[in-house]
């Protein structure tokens, strides 16, 4: 199985879009959140959240917190109904989630260490352990993420309700990898603009929407 989609029913424009060198997609400045954005990825997440500018990851964040309803707890995490590969443990206790950035959330909102496991689109294990101490354990040591947003974004009307329109955009395309290769090849064939970067540098914009 291959981490890389179809692209065969993408149209000219969204075709057009992946043709931005891989360079300019992976995120190496640090930190993370200060690093400029493709154009494509800046302008979709500035119609997202209906932002005069915005050119950083950090940027997205900020304006996400203005927008939304209060301040983020585990309920208002993507929780899964069902088993998911999305899935973090506290203690005694497990939860599934529809993303698995949402476990990397988790570990900022209760003071025991975490573990979290995920796969990437083709199927690869991923895990991640988290104490509260800020310490992180990542198997593989290569792994990756990527952070994205939807081709065609909703608008929110004045009322919100902006989460979930946000994870509507953004959650399909948050996902990890075993390694940058594997991350590149996922984002040749997706109809979305997004970046890639290492999983220890995609932690604290978890952090920066949770706090």
Not at 14 to 29: F, G, V
Not at 89 to 113: I, W
Not at 117 to 125: D, I, L
Request: proline share 7%.
């Amino acid at each position: 199985m291959s981490d890389r989609a179809c692209d065969c029913c993408e149209s000219a424009s969204e075709q057009a879009n992946k043709r931005t060198d891989s360079h300019d997609r992976w995120l190496s400045e640090r930190p993370v959140t200060n690093a400029r954005l493709p154009p494509d990825m800046a302008r979709r997440m500035k119609q997202l959240l209906d932002a005069e500018s915005l050119e950083t990851l950090g940027d997205f964040v900020r304006k996400l917190r203005d927008a939304a309803s209060g301040t983020i707890t585990i309920d208002d995490l993507c929780h899964a109904s069902t088993e998911t590969p999305h899935r973090a443990t506290v203690g005694s206790e497990t939860y599934h989630f529809l993303c698995f950035y949402d476990g990397v959330a988790l570990t900022y909102l209760v003071d025991k260490p975490v573990t979290i496991q995920t796969e990437s689109p083709a199927g690869k294990r991923i895990e991640m352990r988290a104490t509260p101490d800020g310490s992180i354990e990542i198997t593989p040591a290569d792994a990756v993420m990527s952070f994205g947003v939807a081709a065609d974004v909703e608008i929110p009307g004045p009322a919100g309700p902006i989460e979930e329109v946000v994870y509507k955009a953004v959650c399909p395309y948050v996902k990890a990898f075993p390694s940058r290769e594997t991350y590149e090849s996922w984002a040749a064939g997706v109809g979305a603009a997004t970046v890639g970067m290492v999983l220890p540098d995609g932690v604290p914009i978890a952090a920066a929407l949770v706090d």
